[in-house]
């Protein structure tokens, strides 16, 4: 299995710390976009695996481990 791929990007003043490994193929995914959250709801993160172009969203609270 192969082991996430560390980084720092600041996005929208939040930090991003780890890309998530693909579901499919288990590669580091790429950072792709925000999604800003709306009605108290959080942003969330967007993913993609440029190897099978799979694409994951999820919340940014759970990016920060919040």
């Known amino acids: 299995m ?9 996005l929208s003043g939040k930090y991003v710390t780890v890309q998530p490994p693909c579901p499919n ?3 580091p995914m ?3 976009r925000t999604i ?5 709801l959080p942003d969330s993160c967007v993913f ?3 190897e099978c172009a799979v694409w994951v969203t ?3 609270d759970e990016r920060r481990g919040v």
């Open 2 to 10: 192969m082991l996430a791929t560390e980084f720092t990007t600041r």
């Open 25 to 27: 193929c288990g590669r």
């Open 30 to 32: 790429h950072f792709a």
């Open 36 to 40: 800003p959250g709306w009605g108290g």
């Open 48 to 50: 993609k695996c440029g």
């Open 58 to 60: 999820e919340s940014a």
